[in-house]
């Protein structure tokens, strides 16, 4: 199978073992807080980032993009873009059942995003050979929620201590700062959104 790899499916790897990294270290902030976690965590999923933007440049650089390639890359954005920030929520402090419900629908609109723009990709192509526009956020986006919660370990305002505190929905409480998770994954699934791609 690693016969078949393209330069720059090794780099979409580096990317899935840098989100997964993230979440090895969220979880080990949830065993032994520490704002140091936090920071490793963010610094993983820049990483993450890094590698996505390189894989794509290589790609179309040696002109060796693939099927093969793009799937990869797919599942590399669910780990490092999806899953990496729902469980670094988690771990922080955003962890009540409603959080949790939210930080669920968050991965599965991530999910459905890359599922979406795999199966439309050929077809928003065929005039030009390339996809002009992106419908919804793309999933890298989720970097700036990471990018909240390494601010928020700098201010010291995680697990209690998380801005807007709790609110009681009767049966279940949630931590508002979820919403801003409800939100971004609103906006990927979005077909009204349309961003161009550079």
């Known amino acids: 199978m690693i016969r078949d790899f393209q330069v720059a499916d090794f780099f979409t790897l580096a990317n899935g073992i840098c989100?997964?990294?993230?979440?090895?270290?969220?979880?080990?902030?949830?065993?032994?807080a520490s704002a140091d976690k936090v920071y490793t965590a963010g610094l993983l999923v820049m990483a993450a980032l890094v590698f996505?933007?390189?894989?794509?440049?290589?790609?179309?650089?040696?002109?060796?993009a693939s099927a093969l390639?793009?799937?990869?890359?797919?599942l590399a954005d669910v780990i490092s873009f999806g899953v990496a920030p729902a469980c670094?929520?988690?771990?922080?402090?955003?962890?009540?059942?409603?959080?949790?419900?939210?930080?669920l629908?968050?991965?599965?609109c991530g999910i459905s995003r890359l599922a979406r723009y795999n199966v439309t990709a050929e077809a928003l192509s065929a005039a030009t050979g390339k996809v002009r526009y992106f419908e919804g956020t793309p999933i890298p986006t989720s970097v700036i929620l990471v990018l909240v919660m390494v601010a928020l370990a700098w201010r010291g305002?995680?697990?209690a201590e998380l801005p807007f505190g709790v609110v009681d929905l009767g049966l279940l409480t949630l931590h508002p700062l979820v919403l801003l998770f409800a939100l971004s994954?609103?906006?990927?699934?979005?077909?009204?959104?349309?961003?161009?791609?550079?």
């Open 19 to 32: 989100g997964t990294a993230a979440i090895f270290v969220a979880m080990n902030h949830v065993r032994e």
């Open 52 to 64: 996505d933007v390189l894989d794509g440049r290589v790609a179309r650089r040696r002109h060796q």
């Open 69 to 74: 390639g793009r799937e990869l890359d797919s």
């Open 88 to 103: 670094l929520a988690y771990a922080v402090g955003m962890k009540t059942p409603a959080d949790a419900i939210v930080l």
């Open 105 to 108: 629908y968050f991965v599965a």
């Open 157 to 159: 305002r995680l697990g």
């Open 185 to 198: 994954g609103s906006l990927m699934i979005s077909k009204t959104l349309r961003i161009p791609k550079p």
